[in-house]
């Protein structure tokens, strides 16, 4: 399980803690934690890609990409773009992907997740 928001990094690192994801009783590892800035460029974004003769979006660095999502729980400061690099990444990586979103911004990563919750 995975925390995006919007909210700043103390605070999703808090409601984290409160609810499960984070650990209470070690210190948090380098990725564990991390703003959407310093994911997206770590990634390298979004790039297009021919498969099977169509173009799609794949994530910029696949490798930097698989270091950050075995570790990463929480990603705060994190924008609409953030979110669907991450979605898309993990898809591409044979998860499967629910999403949960409150607003319009969430539609994208929404409609691109196997399940997309809107509240």
Same mark, same amino acid.
């Given at each position: 399980?995975?925390?995006?928001? @919007?909210? *700043? ?19 948090? @590892? ?13 990634? @390298? ?55 949960? @979103?409150?607003?319009? *911004? ?14």
């Amino acid at each position: 399980m995975r925390m995006v928001t @919007g909210d *700043n990094i103390l605070t999703a690192t808090a409601i984290a803690k409160e609810c499960g994801i984070l650990p209470t009783n070690r210190e948090i @590892g380098e990725w564990e934690v991390v703003e959407g800035k310093k994911f997206r460029e770590f990634v @390298g974004g979004l790039k297009d890609e021919q498969v099977d003769g169509k173009t799609v979006k794949v994530v910029g660095n696949k490798e930097n990409f698989a270091k950050v999502s075995r570790e990463m729980k929480v990603m705060a400061r994190a924008s609409p773009e953030d979110k669907y690099i991450l979605v898309t990444g993990l898809i591409a990586e044979g998860n499967v992907i629910a999403v949960t @979103g409150d607003g319009t *911004n969430d539609a994208p990563a929404l409609k691109k997740a196997d399940v997309g919750f809107a509240m």
